[in-house]
């Protein structure tokens, strides 16, 4: 079982940056996928972005490559997603969630085992 806790959303303007955080409970972290999804008022939950177990390799959508970095501290229990160049239509509440199974490509929020409560995330133009 793993527990997933998010955290650093909140407003800011268009080409401004925010820092999310995703603390997860349990000592097997590592052993998990992490990814990125974001879903918008009215749509479907979508993919952002996934980072390997070890944190070597990652893998974003189209929409927020070069401005989206993911990352993870294994040691902290801690996957990051660090938010440059936003623009309003990245406005939704962003969730993490760790995956066993799945590969790094997955896009499909049903292969993922664990979510977390989601944070917030406003872009004013």
């Known amino acids: 079982q793993v527990q997933l806790v998010e955290s650093g959303g909140g407003l800011v303007q268009a080409g401004g940056s925010l820092r999310l955080s995703c603390a997860a409970s349990?000592?097997?972290?590592?052993?998990?996928?992490m990814g990125w999804f974001r879903q918008a008022p009215g749509k479907e939950r979508e993919f952002v972005a996934t980072v390997s177990r070890s944190g070597g390799n990652t893998y974003y959508t189209d929409s927020v490559k070069g401005r989206f970095t993911i990352s993870r501290d294994n040691a902290k229990n801690t996957v990051y997603l660090q938010m440059n160049s936003l623009k309003p239509e990245d406005t939704a509440v962003y969730y993490c969630?760790?995956?066993?199974?799945?590969?790094?490509?997955?896009?499909?929020?049903?292969?993922?085992?664990?979510w977390g409560q989601g944070t917030q995330v406003t872009v004013s133009s």
């Open positions: 969630a760790a995956t066993a199974q799945a590969t790094l490509y997955s896009r499909n929020v049903a292969t993922y085992d664990y």
């Open positions: 349990g000592r097997t972290f590592s052993s998990y996928i």
